[in-house]
């Protein structure tokens, strides 16, 4: 992220945070999803208002996973942006029937590559194979 300028940082930033309200996430479990559980309550404020994501690799990792798995889902949902969001909310098999948005907020960074790699299924394979 290092190569964008402070303003397309700051779109970046504000076009995750939109992903995340769409989806129903709260504030509290945003800053949990970004990795930034530790800053204060009013970050999530500061980052909607023009403070732009710490570029750091962590939240940068999270954001790729975050936004592969919205591209994901408009794949898989190509005419109902609804039809995400529900996905992200309904419980699943898959995740101990918990809901996609909860697995990626309780489990951190390997619930965010869980449901990546359960939508992603070319994603799945290459770390999959990555190994071999």
């Not at 949990?32 to 990792?61: C, F, H, T, Y």
């Not at 909860?102 to 290459?126: F, H, K, N």
């Amino acid at each position: 992220m290092s190569e964008m300028t402070e303003d397309e940082r700051v779109q970046l930033t504000q076009g995750v945070l939109r992903m995340l309200d769409d989806w129903g996430i709260s504030g509290k479990d945003q800053l949990l999803l970004l990795g930034l559980d530790k800053a204060p309550a009013r970050e999530i404020r500061q980052l909607r208002e023009n403070r732009p994501l710490p570029d750091s690799p962590e939240v940068m990792q999270r954001v790729e996973h975050l936004i592969c798995i919205a591209d994901a889902l408009r794949t898989t949902y190509p005419f109902s942006r609804r039809m995400g969001k529900l996905w992200m909310n309904k419980p699943n098999r898959k995740f101990r029937q918990r809901t996609p948005a909860a697995t990626m907020v309780e489990d951190g960074i390997v619930g965010l590559i869980s449901v990546r790699s359960y939508l992603d299924c070319s994603y799945s394979w290459d770390i999959t194979t990555s190994g071999a």
